[in-house]
């Protein structure tokens, strides 16, 4: 009696899914074959026919056709213990190479590459790149980074974390920064455009024809961003770019200014002018923690998007390129949504301290506030902080 193969029954999107491993190129072959098997079947072919065609044994596709109806496409993923090709490698020498690439560097260099770790241990590149691949390790890419030393971390933390997840009723919050020293560059030469297999290019040496400093604050719940830019950084600038804040937003509404802790922000007139003023709110974040400040993402999109490939011919340049992005950003505002709460950026900060610790005892230690003497203390519109409950 015939034996007849169980039918193999694929939604489009299955189909689909299938061609996709097939034909990527960094599917594994074993995959490969076993999606082939997958889409034979489901095309209504027996298990003798696709054992011919794929030169396989027939109760392998038998195997494979009973495997999707129960488990589904994704099974094509999945190696059952034992099978496949036995390491070449064993634990003990892997684990000497993680060791030599974490814990020593080659002489002369500050970091491993794929051949000279390989030379040094006496394998193929091929073997040390299949390695790191496998433990994410990625020696030749690197960070910058500093842990803040505020002694008041936690309370401007605490302050400024909760005006992002439950925002002050009535009012509207604004974080407040500066981004100087932006250059209008001129390239010596133009570069070459965009085309299939080739990106575009700009020379390496350049014609600088001045800087501008823009002063924004960008409305954290509209995604608004308001721009001033001005030749110089200084509190007059800074209080210039306030009172168009005050007329930005008209009426008696409270304003929340998120922060930091440049010397403009503290400067006897500006706290003379927000003493006057009793509607602005600062919250100043910890120092060295500019990551807290939500536009600081912004003025990354505008450094990716306008300024960084721009040409400019001079500051009016310049300027009008700044402008154009901030109106076309403003035409269609997309908010930065904070989501991380005070617990999980302490437990982060913990183990950083802790891994710190243990590079160099000490570096993490608070820094304390220098005494000033009386005679030449000065008003400051530093706001008491308050206490606020952990979120």
């Known amino acids: ?102 814990r020593s560097r080659p002489k002369g260099s500050t970091h491993w590459s794929t051949r000279s770790l390989a030379c040094a241990q006496g394998v193929s590149k091929s073997t040390i790149h299949r390695l790191w691949q496998d433990h994410q390790l990625k020696p030749h890419l690197n960070k910058t980074f500093k842990l803040s030393r505020d002694p008041l971390f936690l309370e401007k933390l605490t302050d400024v974390v909760g005006v992002y997840l439950t925002p002050p009723q009535n009012a509207v919050v604004l974080c407040v920064d500066e981004k100087s020293q932006i250059q209008a560059l001129d390239r010596t030469q133009p570069g070459l455009p965009l085309k299939p297999g080739r990106c575009g290019t700009y020379t390496h040496d350049y014609v600088r024809h001045g800087t501008t400093t823009l002063f924004a604050a960008l409305h954290v719940l509209e995604g608004r961003v308001i721009g001033e830019c001005y030749s110089r950084h200084r509190h007059d600038e800074f209080l210039r770019f306030l009172r168009r804040l005050d007329s930005e937003f008209p009426g008696k509404r409270a304003l929340h200014l998120i922060l930091d802790n440049y010397g403009t922000h503290k400067h006897p007139r500006v706290c003379q002018w927000l003493s006057r003023h009793p509607r602005f709110v600062l919250h100043f974040i910890p120092t060295s923690s500019s990551w807290l400040n939500l536009v600081e993402r912004w003025f990354e999109e505008l450094t990716q998007k306008a300024v960084r490939r721009g040409t400019f011919h001079s500051v009016r340049d310049l300027l009008c390129a700044i402008r154009a992005f901030l109106d076309a950003w403003n035409d269609n505002p997309r908010p930065f949504v904070w989501t991380a709460s005070v617990d999980r950026i302490l437990a982060k900060i913990a183990r950083c301290r802790e891994r710190l610790e243990q590079v160099q005892p000490g570096c993490t230690r608070v820094t304390q506030r220098k005494k000033i003497p009386a005679n030449r203390r000065t008003s400051s519109c530093h706001p008491p902080i308050l206490p606020a409950p952990r979120l």
Do not use: F
């Open 1 to 102: 009696m015939t034996r007849r193969s169980a039918p193999v029954i694929l939604a489009e999107t299955e189909r689909n899914r299938l061609e996709q491993w097939m034909r990527a190129g960094s599917t594994p072959q074993q995959v490969v074959l076993h999606a082939m098997i997958i889409a034979a079947a489901a095309q209504g072919r027996s298990d003798r026919a696709i054992a011919a065609a794929l030169g396989i044994q027939r109760r392998t596709a038998a195997l494979w056709r009973q495997r999707v109806n129960e488990q589904g496409i994704g099974c094509v993923w999945e190696v059952a213990p034992g099978r496949g090709r036995k390491p070449r490698y064993g634990p003990t020498k892997v684990k000497r190479w993680i060791e030599a690439t974490l």
